[in-house]
């Protein structure tokens, strides 16, 4: 468990790129950047400039790059091994596939535990389910029969349950309704300070990274241009043309709340 | 506004299946002029299908009955589905979330664009392609000939968008249905596709009906506000004032939203009131 | 639903068990599961049908014993090519057996290879098909090959050339047949599977540090089951016609065995004489072949869950 205010996780140089030859497209061009111990870092930007790809490789879902990923201030090679994956977890945005549609709620939570050979799994399971507000009675239920928002939560329970302290937050409430978004950032932010998480998230939702981040991340076409306090998104205050541009874009219309759109 | 274009009374969706019968939309009434006018609701408070009804394209396992269902005069409830073809994508047009369903991806979009335009007027292939050219500059795509030839695929989220527009306008339609047009977009891209919308309806005097999830952007841009919750319409006001809505849902939808110029701790969420479920209106019963 | 005495009848309870809103073990859960697919099965009559059919089959087959009237192999030449009557409810056959009990002990030999190659044809397809599917590059290509070689072969030709090999007999026929039909079972798991690979579910248990065996035997196969299972179902129909046209040509099982296709051929030379002889084998092969269709059709709306 590392102390907060060290580094850890930090990418230099991170490279992907799809397709080959003339079809190459470099979807994450030269990035780098670092996060705290116990920091909330967002990272923000229109569809297409990398954002989710970043955050995927970082995880550890795409062997494919170049560059280096840190964890811990060491390097992470590109076949990674259990204890790599269980200090990084991450949770999806469509809550209606990130869950196996065969298997029981039970079943999902107990894989990570068997895998990792943890002990007591049948009381890990119950705390993780209490933990993401949903009970015991969810255990031997599909999630055919769960709401939008009772998959996320599970998602999350799943997550947290080998015990990481990096969680990467794809737009996780970006498919869900607001009443339910509402619920599930309150979530996020009560088990971060609870167990001291760093978070990485990736939404397009202003008004969600300011209330969730404490620090903020622009990217543009594949390039990290500028970094900001989640003050200076609430302000709008931004060095690069780009950023500002994107910050008014996404400015309240009258009232002070930025659209949320899915 | 004022002539009223559209006339809705007791509208009631039923799903049947064996076991149980599922009440969607419950006792809906109101009425549009040429006007924008939103239906705003979570998922599951039946604004999709209260559109989708309207124009008669509900699934086939709904059973839906009304008191009243006018357009302009003309009874859609009592209309045949001949009738109904005639008058969708003429008089009332639809235009759904994601260009990417909603779009051939088989046919260069130029053809999809000419083959609508030809299904309801007589023209021939020089004159159709001529007015598709022209549709496509109105919504503002600046290179209409490259993009007439490219296929669906090939187009970003908002230009597929703003060719579903310029498809369904082509008829000039007296009515037009969004269901959630901008939902798939950026915010950048969001504004852009939605002043053009603004813009074609104000200019040729067309109502609007605009189902969104989203009540800030339905505020900023439409006339009047429908507030839908479990199959009913619990708040009917002007736009302006729904920052001073005085159903607690609706005030308890705009608090949970995160703000950016008010920092708090923790959301406030949505408790759900049963005492909301109002009395059902029966099909042809007026308001209680 | 309570009896006189006031105590709550044992069907009360089952059905409140079922249909219980929160399972209390995961056996609950999944016999509630089962028990809606029932449900569905029921509310679909042609699959309904054919499910009774093919149920019907499997009590024959078992019940061969008591069904059966004669004894099959028995020869009466004086009492050949009897047309049915109270004694012989089908008729005789040209060596004066009894048809109707050669069709009955023929039902064993019919299941018996369906579900033999069923039971080869599925596993392996399924492997093959989601090691390719999942893992692509080297593994594809060398697997897909394989499949394309024997998808080029004609299936009866091919499960000809493999019994003329390995010599006549059911069980030869059986791994005959179950050799031409693994390969499009393959297929539609690589299909599947290409599909599967890139969800988020795939992903969340990758990220968990999941070994490849584990993904794909606990969460691809698992997925691509439906598919499989329909597509063998539905295949069971053109395997009962291979076999029947194995046995026609005399490669499958071997006389004096009440093998279905083999009567079928050998009353070949009756048919304008003593037509009972071909006829009764030859609907029993269509009753079956229908049957396993029917069902097969209605599956794959029972085995998904709802919104799955």
Known sequence: MMRAGERIVETIGLRV????????????????FQVLAGQSFGLIGESGCGKSTLLRAIAGLNADYRGSILLQDKEIGRARDKAAYRCIQMVFQDPYACLHPRKMVQQALLEPLVIHGMDQRQDRVDDALLAVGLGPAFRYRYPHELS?????????????????????????????????QAEILNLLKTLRTQRGLTYIMVSHNLAVVAHLCNR??????????????????????????????????????????????? | MADTLLEVEGLNV??????????????????????????????????SLTGRAIMKLAPKAARIEAGKINF????????????????????????????????????????????AYRLHHRANAAQARAKALQMLESVDIRD????????PHEVSGGMGQRVMIAMMLIPEPDLIVADEPTSALDATVQRQVLRILDDLVTRRGAG????????????????????????????????????????????????????LDRKVDTLATVSRDPAWLLPVQPAGGVLA | MHTKTGGVTPRARFSEWIRAPIP????????????????????????????????????????????????????????????????????????????????????????????????IVAPIGLLAGTAAGYFGGWADIVIMRAVDIFLAFPSLILALAFVAALGPGIENAVVAISLASWPPIARLARAESLAIRKSDFIAAVRLQGASPARIILGHVVPMCLTSVVVRVTLNMASIILTAAGLGFLGLGAQPPSPEWGAMLSSGRQFLMTAWWIAAVPGCAILLAGLAFNLFGDGLRDIMDPRNG
């Not at chain 2, 006018?37 to 979570?42: A, S």
């Not at chain 2, 003309?74 to 589905?81: F, K, P, W």
């Not at chain 3, 009590?59 to 050949?80: C, E, F, K, S, W």
């Not at chain 3, 090519?81 to 009990?101: F, I, K, M, N």
């Open chain 1, 17 to 32: 790129a799809f397709g080959e030859g003339a079809d190459a497209r470099t979807v994450v061009d030269d990035v780098s």
């Open chain 1, 148 to 180: 939008g928002g009772q998959r996320q939560r599970v998602a999350i329970a799943r997550a947290l349950i080998i015990e990481p302290e990096i969680l990467l937050l794809d737009e996780p409430t970006s498919a869900l309704d607001v009443s339910v």
């Open chain 1, 216 to 262: 903020v991340a622009v990217m543009e076409r594949g390039r990290l241009i500028e970094e900001m306090s989640e003050d200076d998104v609430r302000h709008g205050r931004a060095r690069e043309p780009y950023s500002r541009a994107l910050l008014n874009a996404n400015m309240p219309y009258h009232g002070g709340t930025a659209g949320s759109a899915a």
């Open chain 2, 14 to 47: 039923r799903f049947e299946s064996a076991r149980q019968s599922h009440h969607a939309v419950r006792g809906v009434s109101f009425a549009i002029g040429r006007q924008k006018v939103g239906i705003v609701g979570e998922s599951g408070s039946g604004k």
């Open chain 2, 72 to 115: 302009d005069g003309i009874d859609l409830l009592a209309a045949s589905e001949r009738r109904m073809r005639a008058i969708r994508g003429n008089r009332i047009s639809m235009i759904l979330q994601d260009p990417k369903f909603s779009l051939n991806p088989l046919m260069r979009i130029g053809n999809q664009i000419t083959e």
């Open chain 2, 144 to 151: 209409p000939e490259r993009v007439f030839r490219q296929y």
């Open chain 2, 208 to 259: 609007l009906l605009f189902i969104s999830h989203d009540l800030n952007l339905v505020a900023d841009f439409c006339d009047r506000v429908l507030v839908m919750y479990a199959g009913q319409i619990l708040e009917d006001i002007p736009a302006r004032e729904l920052r001073h809505a005085r159903h607690p849902y609706t005030r308890a939808l705009l608090d949970c939203l995160p703000r």
């Open chain 3, 24 to 119: 209390q073990s995961p056996w609950h859960a999944r016999v509630q599961q089962a028990w809606l697919r029932w449900r569905r099965l029921a509310g679909n009559p042609p699959a309904m049908m054919g499910f009774c059919v093919i149920v019907a089959f499997v009590l024959v087959a078992i019940l061969a014993p008591l069904l059966a009237t004669h004894d099959i192999y028995a020869q009466n030449l004086t009492a050949r090519l009897q047309p049915p009557s109270a004694r012989h409810w089908l008729g005789t056959d040209e060596l004066g057996r009894d048809v109707y009990s050669r069709l009955v002990y023929g039902t064993r030999i019919t299941l018996y290879i369906v579900g033999l190659t069923a039971v």
